[in-house]
């Protein structure tokens, strides 16, 4: 079997406690990001969490240590906004907020969509801020994502991008609620809607090609 690099194996790892820290947060009471941005002591519960992490992914809480060095280097980030704020954020290529509540359909089904919005460096702070809380408010999409700090190989564009997820790109009568919403909040340029299946296909903005289902 082929062996993992160990900087990759340390990277996947990362995301992966985030998503665990998150949830165990929310379990007892706000999410992460409100516990940073209020300046809340998060220290003992990030150890605490961080030994249940260990004690159920032992290879991948190894791997954070290894790469680390040791807890107070995954903590201190994280007090300054890694994986809360794109601008702070360098060990994750995307920060996720999905809406609350049960989703029928996970982020990978063929029926969602997601509308996109870019963000100069500068302005994806409050932008990342304003659709996240109001995702979490559960007015606006069922999901939402930004992209981060960290270096992407894969990115074509300097600018941060914001994707607000919609459950089904037939429901019409849904997806211009979202895009209104949106335009409530301050995002009135026109921007494009793009279903998950031409994302699978590979398809991307090209001159004189479309690759948007939707477009206000």
Same mark, same amino acid.
């Given at each position: 079997?082929?062996?993992?690099?160990?900087?990759?194996?340390?990277?996947?790892? =990362?995301?992966?406690?985030?998503? =665990?820290?998150? %949830?165990?947060?929310?379990? *007892?009471?706000?999410?992460?990001?409100?516990?940073?941005?209020?300046?809340?002591?998060?220290?003992?519960?990030?150890?605490?969490?961080?030994?249940? !992490?260990?004690?159920? =992914?032992?290879?991948?809480?190894?791997?954070?240590? %290894?790469?680390?060095? /040791? @807890?107070?280097?995954? &903590?201190?980030?994280?007090?300054?906004?890694? /994986?809360?704020?794109?601008?702070?954020?360098? *060990?994750?290529?995307?920060?996720?907020?999905?809406?609350?509540?049960?989703?029928?359909?996970?982020?990978?089904? $063929?029926?969602?969509?997601?509308?996109?919005? !870019?963000?100069?460096?500068?302005?994806?702070?409050?932008?990342? *801020?304003? @659709?996240? $809380?109001?995702?979490?408010?559960?007015?606006?999409?069922?999901?939402?994502?930004?992209?981060?700090?960290?270096?992407?190989?894969?990115?074509?564009?300097?600018?941060?991008?914001? &994707?607000?997820?919609?459950?089904?790109?037939?429901?019409?009568? $849904?997806?211009?609620?979202?895009?209104?919403?949106?335009?409530?909040?301050?995002?009135?340029?026109?921007?494009? &809607?793009?279903?998950?299946?031409?994302?699978?296909? /590979?398809? =991307?903005?090209?001159?004189? %090609?479309?690759?948007?289902? &939707?477009?206000?």
């Amino acid at each position: 079997m082929e062996e993992i690099d160990p900087g990759s194996l340390a990277e996947v790892a =990362y995301g992966l406690f985030e998503i =665990y820290l998150n %949830r165990e947060l929310r379990l *007892r009471g706000p999410y992460l990001f409100e516990l940073v941005e209020q300046g809340t002591d998060l220290e003992a519960d990030v150890r605490e969490i961080f030994g249940r !992490f260990r004690d159920d =992914y032992p290879d991948l809480a190894d791997a954070l240590l %290894r790469r680390f060095g /040791g @807890i107070d280097a995954i &903590y201190a980030p994280l007090r300054e906004g890694e /994986g809360v704020l794109p601008s702070k954020t360098t *060990r994750m290529y995307w920060i996720v907020q999905d809406a609350p509540g049960p989703s029928e359909r996970g982020l990978d089904d $063929d029926q969602v969509g997601k509308w996109l919005i !870019f963000a100069p460096p500068e302005g994806v702070d409050e932008a990342w *801020r304003k @659709i996240r $809380d109001e995702t979490v408010s559960g007015t606006l999409g069922i999901s939402a994502k930004v992209s981060t700090a960290k270096p992407n190989p894969d990115s074509r564009d300097e600018r941060s991008v914001i &994707y607000v997820y919609t459950r089904d790109w037939a429901d019409e009568a $849904d997806v211009m609620r979202v895009r209104e919403r949106l335009r409530e909040l301050g995002f009135t340029e026109r921007i494009g &809607y793009k279903r998950n299946i031409e994302t699978y296909r /590979g398809e =991307y903005s090209e001159e004189g %090609r479309k690759v948007t289902y &939707y477009s206000a």
